[in-house]
C-alpha cells in the first residue's frame, strides 16, 4: 500500500512539538534518535528525519511528500511547495537588530552598514523593497555576536524571548517576517497520497481546535440561566440539566481560549457558581 512521506526535523526546536503534533494525531512511530526513517505502526506513513533547511528541498523533489518547517525557512529557501496548514508552535521572528544605543527611525539608517545575517535571501529582498543599500554579511550560526567583535553593524537574526540580543547588547529594531511551522506538501501528490494528507489534516485541525477551547461546567440559579447562557457560545448551545437541589442548574459548554478569562468573569458577575475548566483532547465539528 501507498505511503505518505513527511520530513521532519532530527534534531533541533522544531523535533520535538513536529513529533508530539504526530503523535497526539494517534500516529504511533519510534522516534528519530540515531534514525533516518521510521515507519508508522498505525497510519500509511513514513517519517524522514532530516535537517530543517533541507526539507524545502527534498519536499520540492518530491523525495518527501510533505515537510513540517518554520515559514523563515520557507520563505528563504522559494522552493515550490505549498503550505498547507500552519501548526502554531516554532513562533518565533526574523527582525533587524542593531547595537542598543544606535538610533533606528526609519530603515534607511541602514544605508552602507554592513549586516549579518543567516537569512541573505529575505534580507536581500527586504533591502530592495526598501531601496537601502547595504552589504550583507553571511554567516551561518551564532550572528547575534557579529557586532561585537566588529564583523557587521547589525544583524538579521531570528528572535523569540529576546534574551540573546538582550545579552549580546543589541535592539530588535525592525521585524522583518514572523514564522511559525507549518505543513507543507509537494505540488503533485497522488491522488492516493493526498487522501492520506487529507486525513492527517483533518486529525491536525480537530487537535489543534481542541487546544483552542476548554470544556466549562458550572452550576447556576434557574432565574439567572438566561444572562448566563448569554454569556455562553458553545458548539451548538450550552447543555443544561437540572441539579439535584430545586432551582439550580448544570451549565455545560465549550469556550475559547481567546476570551476565555472575560467569558469566566461575566459568568461569575452573573451568579454562576462552582465553576470548573477542563481541557478538550479532540474536537470535531
Ligand atoms: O540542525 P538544523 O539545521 O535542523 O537546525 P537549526 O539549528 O537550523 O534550527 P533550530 O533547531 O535552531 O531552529 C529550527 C526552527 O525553529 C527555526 O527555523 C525557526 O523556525 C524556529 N525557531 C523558533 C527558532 C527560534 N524560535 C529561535 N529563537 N530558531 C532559532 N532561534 C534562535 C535564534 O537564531 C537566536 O539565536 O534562538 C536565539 C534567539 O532566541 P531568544 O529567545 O533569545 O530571542
Ligand atoms: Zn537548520
Redesign the pocket.
Known sequence: MNKLRIAI???????EDSIRILKECGIEFNNGINKLKSEAFNFPLEVLF?????IPQYVEDGVADIGI?????LAEKNKKVKIVNSLGF???RLSIAVPKAKEFNSPSILNGMKIAT?YPNILGNYLKENGIKAEIHEIS????IAPGIGLADAIC???????????NGLREAQVILK???VLVSGNNLSNEKQEILNRLVFRMNAVKKAKHNKYILLNAPNDKLDEIIKVLPGMKSPTVLPLAEEGWSSVHSVVNEDDFWEIIENLKANGAEGILVIPIEKMIV
Open positions: 526535523q532530527k534534531s533541533g526546536r522544531l523535533h532530516l535537517r530543517d533547511d533541507d518547517i518554520g515559514e523563515n525557512v516554532g513562533k518565533c543567516s550560526g551564532s550572528v547575534e537574526d531570528l528572535v523569540s524571548s529576546g534574551s540573546t540580543l538582550f545579552m514564522s511559525q511551522a
